[in-house]
């Protein structure tokens, strides 16, 4: 199987696959069924009724003497284009593909029955009575198809090309308006609403709840009925927003503005004077102080009680007498509700229940009910404040509808498409291991918890925002999850920011069951942050961090697995619970200081190239920041390439390539230290490690063709002193000869450069180190051509102090880059003992500095020179005295 394969492949191509192939079955049975039929009726015709006296040329004769049925006909045919227009027949048809209605079924299947009819008069099975009128018939449906055809296509690409433009753009959390967009297959609880509405047989008003948490699909619901009940052209809807109004009087008289807008668009009959009387009746209800509760008063009490005429009910009548004279239903949806404040959902509930509940009329009211209980209940306190406000709800609604819950496989394909989508779009392939431990993941931990619609979308949104910004920086599993707790329980995911040292190194290296102080700091702290989920799914949040952050577990459990060897594993993976990565999946970049994965992926491809300049570039492009060589970059790049060469993801072409770069680049980095090591240490310790991938045969000449390319000598020595051992010491990689050989190259180079007046003024402390490989690989005359040279250079003003300056040792810290303080101890004097006798230097020294050696003193005002002079006459009179 191909290692990059997609998501929706796996998971859902099967599936898929069978439900295809159900369509297409039953598409051909249903075309071939109207064909049939139709076909049947034709022949029957063109043998029966065609046959009789009265055939068609005598009705179409009939036709032409009276010329004034074709009025009548056109004022039919236009009669039907209006109807197909209102209700968006050829809208629909031409704005979704094929099939999507049984539009394609029927027209189909009538030529196909035109076409047999012509077959079966061709062939003599059917006398052809009906040729003169099917055949035109035909052509007209096919060349009306035909342009149906073109249009939708043309309108199908124009969308689709709208959308490959905006480049999977955010998903809105607004609600569905079609049938077409219901992927929760909520159409049969609409249609059972819808049907209980429309054979509703009271004539009282009804107030039905909707209830429902936030963002479970209240409102795309409410646009899933309201479509069902406009096809019955006797309800008249009105779709009513309390938001938009400040107070309690602005509220009732834009529902009446809007119920008398309706009436005008719907109504058909005499409206004037009900529409005059609304308007009376909404000025005088606005007239009355509304401050009486919503359900313990009738309307008659409510009147009675703010001594309002008996003419306000009156003209209540005459308004429910008109609306039931038109036999209309007048359904209103009231969305929102619990978005509202205190007084508004009071105001509204006086609204449906005391003041516009005319018979004839039913609202459907969409809320979270506890949320709306509770608001009622604010008046009362104690334990059972929210139950009495469930005894309210109770009172004003009729009849209580519960949202069906979202299903968890259709939430889970909305997820996962939504996962697909934002991989194909920015071509992030999985590997088969990657798409086994999403699933594995999913089935522990999002796919045990109930999520709805809109959270199933912010989440959506949140992969668009972040994988292009982190393709190829991190790990994409890990990405959609972290992104999952970020959006579904961002408590959570700040926590895991917070503690991020505990999470990525919990346990480090204490077994795998030792007690540690952390365990028990985090037990409590874990306690209180899960103190309000549901035990479903803390369980699942678990699963999750344990999955990320295998180290985790030990804040959770007390238990570890995972030791130091598993950082390089981690960090070439790119996953969250490494140190390396763990910042990027929570600031969507690369800092500085950190190594762009895209960056190294491309340096990697291009070694591939063999393109030596190239990869340079790529090469000082990661190293380079701000201008300058980033050290903490450099080593973190060093670190990424032994981790990667240990988990053998490196060929042996891509090594050899980037020993060359390293060597080349090794001019523009700094030796400062890091860690207790030299930059060109961890440099030459990595081109080692990437020259023993290569064959053995090719190794000498892959080395000594980087030496040849390198700039700096000492990075050479350095080198040299990694790759191999001085002579007579254990080889382990190389040859005795082999090792010879490419000293050989090195030796040359150091036998020139001392040559320089200036060698010692600009090698300083590190000459001995030039001038000790010559001793540890060099035969007997590079070894006397030393010793005469140092005899020279200490014949020179000055010259015995640089000499022995260069054999100085520096002492430096591992919290300071740049070495200090410069000793010269016993070591340093048997160093250059083998080059030269000390005492050569020591009357030299003499002549400068007359004084018994045991009697200068130190101080600030000697050079360094000075000070590593007096340091070594002191200590060659210190071994002289007790040799003696």
Known sequence: MNDKVTLKQKILEYRLTNLEGQKYTERILSILFIAAFLFAIVGFLDEKVISMPMDLYKISGYMKSYVYIYPILFSIALFFIYVLIKKKYISRVVNYPSWTFKFDTCIIGILLSFLLYMLSVKFGFLKGNLTDYIKPSGWIIYYFYFIIFLVRNRNLYIKKSKVDSENLSFRTDNAIKTDGEDDLERDVFVNRIVAGVNSWKETESIVIGLYGEWGTGKTSVLNLMKNKFEEDKNNVIISFNPWYFKDEEQLILQFFNKLIAEIEKNFSGEKSKLISNIKSYSQMITAVTLRMGVVNFSFKDFFAANKIDNDIQKLKDIIENQL???????????????????????????????????????????????????????????????????????????????????????????????????????????????????????????????????????????????????????????????????????????????????????????????????????????????????????????????????????????????????????????????????????????????????????????????????????????????????????????????????????????????????????????????????????????????????????????ITRAINTVESLMFCVELLRWIAPPKGGKQDFFTEDESERIASVIIERIKIEIQNESFLDTYKISSSTLLHSILNWGNDDDKAEVGLKIKEWIEEPNGAEKVIFGFSRLIHTSNVRQPTVIEFKRDSYDELEKIINPQEIVDVLMDKYQENPSGINIDDNNTDYEKVAIKFLKLHQKIKDKQS
């Not at 394909?413 to 071509?427: A, S, T, W, Y």
């Not at 912010?458 to 999850?481: G, T, W």
């Not at 577990?553 to 619970?577: A, F, H, P, Q």
């Not at 020259?691 to 090719?698: F, H, S, V």
């Open 324 to 702: 039931e004279n038109e036999d209309k239903k007048i359904i209103v949806y009231i969305d929102d509700l619990d978005r509202l404040d205190d007084v508004e959902i009071h105001s509204v509930f006086k609204l449906v229940k005391l003041i516009a509940d005319f018979r004839h009329t039913t609202y459907i009211l969409a809320f979270d009910e506890e949320i709306v209980a509770n608001v009622l209940a604010t008046k009362y306190s104690g334990k059972k404040a929210s139950e009495i406000g469930t005894s309210f709800l109770e009172k004003i609604i009729q009849v209580p509808l519960y949202l069906p819950p979202a299903g968890s496989e259709n939430v889970k394909k909305i997820i996962f498409e939504g996962f697909q989508n934002v991989l194909d779009e920015n071509q992030i392939f999985l590997s088969d291991e990657e798409v086994r431990r999403f699933g594995s993941i999913w089935s522990m931990s999002f796919g045990i918890i109930p999520l709805t619609i809109r959270a199933a979308k912010r989440h959506q949104n949140s992969m668009i925002f972040s994988f292009p910004l982190l393709k190829e920086e991190v790990n994409i599993v890990d990405l959609f999850y972290i992104e999952g707790i970020r959006v579904f329980y961002p408590d959570v995911y700040k926590f895991i920011y917070r503690h991020s040292n505990a999470f990525l190194n919990a346990g480090n290296n204490t077994g795998f069951s030792r007690e540690n102080l952390i365990h028990g700091e985090y037990k409590d702290v874990l306690n209180n942050l899960f103190e309000k989920v549901p035990a479903i799914e803390k369980g699942a949040i678990i699963s999750i961090l344990i999955e990320l952050f295998p180290r985790s577990k030990y804040l959770i459990t007390g238990t570890n697995m995972y030791g130091s060897e598993w950082d390089k594993t981690w960090s070439v993976d790119r996953r969250i619970c490494s140190a390396t990565y763990f910042e990027k999946y929570f600031v969507y970049s690369v800092r500085n200081g950190s190594i762009s994965d895209v960056k190294f992926n491309s340096l990697l491809d291009e070694l591939k190239n063999e393109d030596i300049d190239e990869a340079v570039r790529k090469l000082e492009d990661i190293f380079i920041i701000n201008g300058e060589v980033n050290i903490d970059i450099v080593v973190k790049f060093l670190e990424k390439v032994e981790a990667n060469l240990t988990l053998g993801k490196f060929e042996e072409k891509q090594s050899e390539i980037l020993i060359y770069c390293l060597a080349r680049i090794e001019r523009i980095i700094p030796n400062q230290y890091y860690a207790l090591l030299s930059i060109h240490s961890r440099l030459a310790i990595t081109i080692w490690h990437l020259l023993q991938l290569r064959p053995k045969e090719a190794t000498e000449n892959i």
